[in-house]
């Protein structure tokens, strides 16, 4: 299987935390992105790092990917209430261009 | 900046009736993708657009047809809806192709319940 896999699937921490979620995959990869999903609502793109990428920053978020290993991990730092949401990796395949979604890691931040 | 747009926001069937979703994508963005999300499920891959042919196909049950218009925005046709058609059905979009260095746009959704 070509299915991006994330854990831990639900995570639950004191708001202020560090939280990491980590996604691991089969194929090789064009990129990898990661998305932030609020209850049933759309998915919004948090930041993409290249496969010739090893770690990219975004304000509080910061995200490895380690190719050797075909992982990759998402760290929100010092998180917020409002950082309460799933979040998904998505890989893109360089061998076949297919998009993949990982599984998803369900974050609650408790205040 | 205008972003990917889904019509209807909602919209409520009943068994074996049919629904159409719209999905128009950002300006310039040839390329569309459509997902399925049933409630506490991940996305699943449904089919994908590109200059207005089909570039790639997922899980998408027979009883479904999309395809994509000279403007480049995409319809999700969907037949004898069943129970089990009840998700959240969002699309994304993407300028050229499939390969690219930007991340994909999602639109906000089209939650669809089959009564």
Known sequence: SQQGE??????????????????SYKTSINNLQWYRQ?????????????????EKHSGRLRVTLDTSKKSSSLLITASRAADTASYFCLILSNR??????????????LP | AAGVIQSPRHLIKEKRETATLKCYPIPRHDTVYWYQQGPGQDPQFLISFYEKMQS??????????????SDYHSELNMSSLELGDSALYFCASSPAGTVTNYGYTFGSGTRLTVV
């Not at chain 1, 995570?11 to 980590?22: F, Y």
């Not at chain 1, 609020?38 to 090893?54: A, D, K, P, Q, T």
């Open chain 1, 6 to 23: 994330e854990d831990p699937q639900a995570l639950s921490i004191q708001e202020g935390e560090n939280a990491t979620m980590n996604c």
């Open chain 1, 38 to 54: 609020n209850s049933g609502r759309g998915l919004v793109h948090l930041i993409l790092i290249r496969s010739n990428e090893r």
């Open chain 1, 96 to 109: 076949d261009d297919k998009i993949i979604f990982g599984k998803g890691t369900r974050l609650h931040i």
């Open chain 2, 56 to 69: 790639d196909k997922g899980s998408i049950p027979d009883r479904f047809s999309a395809q994509q218009f």
